[in-house]
């Protein structure tokens, strides 16, 4: 099982690097297109549709993405996008994680299916935003998403304690969410402080706002990680499922892998829009 992970690790990374860091604008956009296609077809599955119905549903989002591109969205995303996907995303979260389950209005297959569409767009738009800012830009970003996840695994194991959402995710702690937090603020600081990461998200924030919001506001885009990841855990409780799929052996699904990028990739890409 870890052999079959870390093949799968190299072989994702030898397809993203190279795009990441050498691609032009519009191959990166449609390679991580087609990752997010992917993900919008586990999303439907998650819905509740099967068979050749989910697969429609990442076709869909592919006309809609090629829409997008021809009106313009993807070469340079308005800010109200952001805007509105952030608005979304508090109420989706509100309505959901406090009470364990996903509201009546919510759960039909087709509006859950239709939210999926709108979030994995909103996703995807912003994760070309942030690339076409500079690679290190975009990895100064999944690196809050990933410093979150790394230091809350090794806080959870470490100080166990009190669970963050026993009836959602079992597995994550309270503790593992103060030690993310510690870690995240410690990567901000860094990327505040050292002259060769001036270009992070973090130095811009501070550059504009000062040092305190800087901090203030990374570790609302750490806590939104966190929320993501408990949104895709709710998702599959609800579809009855341990993974979102087995596209990626080893890692389970595409949503899997994301999760927390889902919520975060648009509300950085806002608050980037608001110090612009």
């Known amino acids: 099982m870890l052999g079959t992970r870390i093949l799968t690790a190299i072989v994702l990374l030898v397809v993203l ?36 119905r989910a697969l429609l549903w990442a076709v869909a989002w592919l006309a809609l993405v090629a829409v997008a591109a021809g009106a313009g969205f993807v070469a340079r995303t308005p800010g109200w996008v952001f805007v509105a996907a952030a608005l979304a995303w508090t109420v989706l979260l509100a309505g959901s994680l ?28 912003a994760l070309v935003r942030a690339r076409a800012l500079g690679a290190g830009f975009l990895l100064s970003v ?15 194991r470490a100080f166990g304690g009190a669970k963050l959402a026993p009836r959602v995710s079992p597995g994550k702690t309270r503790a593992g969410v103060y030690v993310a937090a510690a870690a995240v603020l410690v990567y901000a600081v860094t990327c505040m402080t050292w ?3 001036r270009g992070t998200i973090a130095a811009r924030i501070a550059g504009v706002w000062g040092t305190i919001p800087a901090l203030f ?16 855990s709710l998702l599959k409780r609800h579809a009855g499922v341990k993974d979102s799929s087995g596209l990626l052996p080893g ?5 899997d892998r994301i999760d927390a990028l889902l919520p975060l990739l648009p509300f950085a890409m806002l608050v980037v829009t608001l110090t612009s």
């Open 195 to 197: 002259l060769p990461l």
């Open 98 to 125: 406090p009470r364990a389950g996903l509201p009546r209005l919510m759960a039909g297959r087709t509006v859950l299916a239709l939210l999926g569409m709108v979030i994995t767009l909103a996703c995807w738009l």
């Open 251 to 255: 890692h389970g699904g595409v949503l």
């Open 142 to 156: 999944l690196m809050v998403a990933w410093v979150a996840d790394v230091a809350a695994y090794f806080g959870g």
């Open 17 to 52: 690097l190279p795009t990441l860091f050498l691609g032009s604008h519009g191959v990166f956009a449609g390679v991580v297109g087609l990752f997010a296609a992917a993900g919008m077809w586990e999303w439907a599955r998650l819905a509740g549709w099967r068979g050749a």
């Open 217 to 232: 506001i990374m570790l609302i885009l750490m806590g939104f990680t966190v929320m993501g990841d408990l949104f895709e």
